[in-house]
């Protein structure tokens, strides 16, 4: 599958391991939560570039103290309306301060990768075939202004409305004008 990075497709080198599959050498791998906390320090001690895999149900809280060890965080979105992988990647870079990859798995649609890079997604895994396509398109995107604040610094609807009332009261407009 296509991966993305600053709407650029990239090499990828991280390799998705099962629950079951061998541990290949030299290799950075991903993988499920279930297998890193049942394989962790076996996992740690091969010395190899570690990620984990959270299924949309798995927050990033249950890999907090994990965090250091950890180079790369994969957020599943399992299907189109479960958004819970927006809040984790906030999680990760706002609260934890995460400074490895955070990727977006699985279904991930064009119209949400612009929010998907300002909650702080640093790749993208595309499976959709429709999503490359537009992406190969270069579309700009559509929205400029947002609502919610991010920890991307991009002013939101209400800071400009009120940044655009001071200014008025600093050229001597009032509401009665």
């Known amino acids: 599958m296509p991966l993305i990075k600053d709407g ?54 249950l890999i907090e103290d994990d965090l250091n060890k950890l180079s790369l965080i994969a957020l599943n979105f399992p299907a189109f309306g479960d958004g819970r992988a927006y809040s984790y990647a906030r999680i990760l870079k706002e609260r934890y301060e995460f400074e490895g990859e955070v990727r977006a798995v699985g ?38 202004v947002f609502y919610q604040p991010t920890g991307d610094g991009e002013a939101t609807a209400s800071s400009l409305r009120k940044r655009l009332i001071e200014s008025h009261k600093e050229l001597g407009y009032n509401k009665a004008s």
Not at 19 to 38: C, H, K, M, Q, Y
Not at 107 to 118: G, K, P, S, T
Request: charged share 30%; hydrophobic share 35%; proline share 2%.
């Open 107 to 144: 279904d991930v649609l064009y119209d949400q990768i612009q929010l998907m890079q300002r909650c702080g997604f640093d790749t993208l895994e595309i499976e959709s075939d429709a999503t490359l396509r537009s992406l190969n398109r270069n579309k700009s995107a559509d929205v400029n």
């Open 8 to 61: 650029r497709q990239i090499a990828d080198k991280w390799t998705k391991l099962d629950n079951e599959a061998e541990v290949p050498t030299g290799a950075s791998i991903i993988v499920s939560l279930d297998r890193w906390n049942s394989e962790k320090e076996t996992l740690i001690d091969l010395g190899l570039e570690l990620g984990v895999l959270l299924e949309s149900n798995e927050s990033p809280e």
